[in-house]
């Protein structure tokens, strides 16, 4: 048995123990066999040496963490006491350093994972990325974000954000309002995103003006697209022909991010996805790159990681 004191002088400990000794629990339950207690800013941990190491390293990982990310969520600390998050963070070390833009009141929006952050680098270094993987993995988020650091560095004229208008189990037809009222539901995560990047009156301003269009993927048809950071979300709803129809309206100075999930295909039974089949038969090409994110990219609630391996463990049963 062995007994460490470690002082945490460089964080506040109202900030380094959490709201109501969050992480303090965290650490405990990760480390069972430890008894751990805190007074002030020390921390003590008594229990096998092995474990002590292990805790001294984490601690150290979190020290460092909570010193570069200081809008690192209860969500992030548990993640990086687990491990899932660890090997990710400490492989990228300008990870801190990545700010795409600084949101609504102040809110500090950059890649929180390893993948985003090759998702930003794609994007830097190609003019059309594919960007594919579960729900929750900041695909979409991570896209819009740079899509609004380019307008706001004067690099595109417009952002477009586009979707495929498919039913999820409801039907279209059935919804009230007329043709803008039942399509917006389907816009609205790319409504949401943009008004957590940018204030509210500035974001009407270029929804009156043009310079953010939010629309349906059928709406592009025939539009040639300069000088613009293009967003396709939900690709996986695309059929082959839609899929073609987009990636063609490229035109100079511009920008495409194609986002999809092939575990959430909504498409009708006789109709096919045409997103994986985009991926293989253009990844080769000169300027078109591919991310592939997965469940360890997960950054909605925790328990999401968990429902996502539920249901791919289901599917491999099969």
Not at 168 to 180: R, V
Not at 229 to 253: S, W
Not at 259 to 279: E, F, H
Not at 281 to 309: F, N, P, Q, T, Y
Request: charged share 30%.
């Amino acid at each position: 048995m062995t007994e460490k004191s470690i002082r945490v002088e460089a964080i506040n400990p109202s900030v380094f123990f959490g709201t109501e000794n969050k992480n303090l629990k965290f650490l405990q339950k990760r480390f069972p066999k430890l008894k751990l207690t805190s007074r002030g800013d020390e921390i003590k941990a008594s229990g096998p040496d092995e474990q002590i190491q292990a805790f001294e390293q984490k601690l150290a990982e979190l020290i460092k963490q909570l010193l570069n990310n200081p809008g690192i969520t209860d969500g992030d600390v548990e993640n990086i006491l687990e491990g899932e998050s660890t090997p990710k963070i400490q492989e990228e070390k300008d990870l801190s350093k990545g700010v795409l833009v600084y949101g609504n009141r102040g809110k500090i929006i950059k890649p929180r994972t390893l993948n985003q952050q090759s998702l930003v680098a794609a994007v830097e270094k190609h003019d059309v990325v594919f960007a594919v993987g579960p729900a929750g993995t900041g695909k979409t988020y991570t896209a819009v974000a740079l899509a609004v650091r380019a307008l706001k560095r004067k690099e595109v004229k417009k952002i477009i954000l586009a979707r495929p208008a498919v039913e999820a189990g409801e039907s279209l037809g059935f919804l009230p309002g007329d043709l803008k009222e039942k399509i917006d539901p389907y816009l609205r995560p790319l409504y949401d995103s943009l008004l957590d990047m940018m204030p509210a009156d500035k974001y009407l301003k270029y929804i009156d003006n043009g310079t953010v269009e939010v629309i349906p993927l059928a709406f592009m048809r025939g539009r040639t697209l300069d000088n613009c950071f293009v967003i396709l979300d939900e690709a996986q709803n695309a059929t082959e022909t839609q899929l073609k129809m987009f990636l063609t309206r490229m035109g100079p100075n511009a920008k495409m991010v194609v986002t999809g999930d092939m575990s959430q295909v909504d498409l009708p039974r006789n109709q096919q996805s045409g997103l994986q089949g985009a991926i293989h038969m253009l990844k080769k090409i000169r300027g078109i790159a591919v991310v592939e994110l997965s469940v360890l990219d997960v950054v909605r609630h925790k328990i999401v990681k968990e429902i996502i391996k539920a249901y791919d463990g289901k599917q491999s049963q099969r």
